[in-house]
């Protein structure tokens, strides 16, 4: 299990290595976290989802307060309004999450529900994305992990209330539920990884979620509509393409 206040300061520490590299003053202020959540379970921390755009010269933070921008160049947070987000607390799911996606923008889960906001890379405008899904209607859908994988280019997002894995266009229209060997409950993040042994093959890059007492690896079939989960520490994974928090 990772500790919240080093991950936390382990996302600062990605702000000013952005600023270092473009040349501006690293003392700079770091943006407030969002407050931790009593009791909250497992996830990249109990409080914050965070991704570092280096192209951009930026760092986002998503939390129970919402979601900030940090311009490392500029030494300005910006809030950014999510309309209508809607998400149940620490004590009942994992927190929503925060990736990136192919161009820069940045995307935000709900945990209850199947909609995705987008917010422009250039402009910081939102726009909501309801998603039409293929399967699990009568469900409460919601995502505690989503990643970008350039190699399927589309997203991938987990539902740790239903353990159940979903591949999302990029254009963010539809969710197909991908059928696994066995769910994965509980998984509060979702990370992109190629193992050595796929490089001389053409099986896609597989995925790894990750939970409070157990991570599974997600190896896809040739055909991309099913895969294989096995029992498995990210942490082990020496070769990960892209570890969210790392």
């Known amino acids: 299990m990772w500790n919240g206040n080093a991950v936390a300061v382990r996302a600062f520490s990605l ?15 770091p943006p407030q976290a969002p407050r931790a959540a ?9 409080d914050l989802r965070y991704q570092a755009d280096p192209a951009r010269n930026r760092v986002w933070f998503l939390g129970q307060d919402g979601l900030f921008v940090y311009d490392v160049g500029a030494r300005q947070r910006i809030a950014v309004p999510l309309p209508d987000w809607q998400w149940l607390g620490a004590d009942y799911s994992c927190l929503p999450d ?16 199947p909609t995705l906001w987008r917010i422009d890379p250039e402009t910081l405008a939102v726009s909501v994305h ?28 987990v539902s740790d209330l239903h353990g159940s894995l979903w591949k999302i266009d990029p254009l963010l ?17 979702l990370t992109v990884q190629l193992r050595g042994a796929q490089r001389k093959t053409v099986r896609p890059a597989g995925l790894c979620a990750r939970g409070p007492q157990v991570d599974w690896t997600i190896d896809f079939s040739l055909d991309q509509r099913s895969a294989y989960v096995r029992a498995a520490s990210c942490a082990d994974q020496s070769d990960t393409l892209a570890m969210k928090g790392e």
Request: proline share 7%.
């Open 15 to 29: 702000a000013v290595s952005i600023g270092s590299i473009g040349g501006c003053d690293v003392n700079i202020a």
């Open 38 to 46: 009593s009791g909250a379970p497992y996830s990249e921390s109990p």
């Open 98 to 113: 925060l990736a990136l996606g192919p161009n820069g923008e940045a995307v935000v889960t709900s945990n209850i529900l």
């Open 130 to 157: 309801p998603l039409a899904l293929d399967a699990d209607t009568d469900k409460d859908v919601g995502f505690s992990g989503l990643v970008y994988s350039a190699t399927h280019e589309a997203f991938f997002a």
């Open 173 to 189: 229209t539809k969710a197909g539920k991908v059928a696994l060997s066995a769910p994965i409950p509980n998984a509060c993040g």
